[in-house]
């Protein structure tokens, strides 16, 4: 097949399609399908609308949130050495802060205080927290 | 829809609807293909009836949706055919078959790049000018001309160095 020039394809474009004969116009389903391509985009409308609501309602609610109130109690906690005896400079971690035990006082001094044990501190000492 | 418009659109797709289908069957090379171009592009009209009417042209409008959904039937026969690891195809050989049955000037079409054969279904087998085609495809008049004198000369080479082509 070979084509010599544009008359000659025009010829045989017309010759060639022409020849199909379709079926008679679906003219019912084509208008089902449209419809259902209408309400396909009425529900994406739908849809969409009801996002934006979502987010116009739920993001100013999110932003005015109230901070969540952080507690300003803080333990009090005394540190001993080498948890037999309680450093020097073992202090109250309070608004006023004051020794709380001699060097010499034994850890049971701070247990008879009513203390209990709290966390290993890095150093190896021994924390315990006031009640 | 009223009733008047669904009466228009009625008439209007009686109207168009064998030309749709042979447009339809000239991009794809394949009847029942053609056939669904053909009624999905009349839904997507039927869908947008008023739209399409106040546009002015609704035979632009048809013709755009029928080329394009020949393009995503490409493509989509592209994706389907590819397994990986395959060496991805030229587009001139996504419709053409090498047990082909069809008339000779289809099966040529159908070697020709999708743009292509769009240019030489407008041009040459619809009448329009090229502007019209440039419309339609939504490019410019010079890519036109040149699509279509490619396509031309694809065509005046013949099957036998196309079939070169496909191998």
């Known amino acids: 097949m070979s084509i010599m020039d544009e008359r000659d394809l025009r010829q045989q474009l017309d010759r060639v399609l022409d020849a199909i004969m379709p079926p008679d116009a679906p003219v019912k389903a084509a208008a089902r399908k449209g419809k259902l391509i209408q309400a396909g985009r009425s529900l994406g409308v739908v849809a969409g609308l009801a996002v934006v609501a979502g987010i116009g309602v739920g993001i100013p609610g999110l932003l005015n949130q109230p901070a969540r109130e952080v507690s300003h109690a803080r333990p009090m906690v005394m540190v001993e050495q080498s948890c037999g005896t309680v450093a020097d400079g073992v202090r109250e971690i309070a608004s006023s802060p004051a020794p709380v035990a001699g060097r010499t006082e034994p850890l049971s001094a701070a247990q008879a205080a009513g203390g209990r044990p709290a966390t290993e501190l890095a150093a190896g000492g021994c924390a315990w927290l006031k009640p | ?167």
């Not at chain 2, 159908?110 to 030489?120: I, N, T, Y």
């Open chain 2, 1 to 167: 829809m009223d009733s008047r418009s669904e009466a228009e659109f009625a008439e209007f797709m009686h109207g168009r609807w064998p030309a749709l289908v042979r447009l339809g069957y000239g991009l794809t090379g394949d009847e029942r293909l053609g056939e669904d171009l053909a009624r999905a592009a009349l839904a997507k009209a039927y869908a947008s009836w008023p739209r399409v009417l106040r546009a002015g042209d609704p035979d632009v409008y048809l013709r755009r949706i029928i080329l394009n959904a020949s393009l995503g039937k490409v493509r989509r026969r592209r994706v389907r055919e590819r397994r990986p690891g395959d060496e991805p195809e030229p587009e001139t050989a996504q419709l053409a078959r090498v047990d082909d049955d069809r008339p000779a000037l289809v099966a040529a079409l159908m070697r020709l790049p999708v743009g292509q054969r769009s240019v030489v279904l407008l041009r040459y087998w619809m009448d329009m000018t090229e502007a019209q085609v440039a419309a339609v495809l939504g490019c410019s008049v010079g890519s036109v001309r040149s699509q279509a004198s490619r396509a031309l000369a694809s065509l005046r080479v013949g099957e036998d160095v196309a079939e070169e082509v496909l191998l």
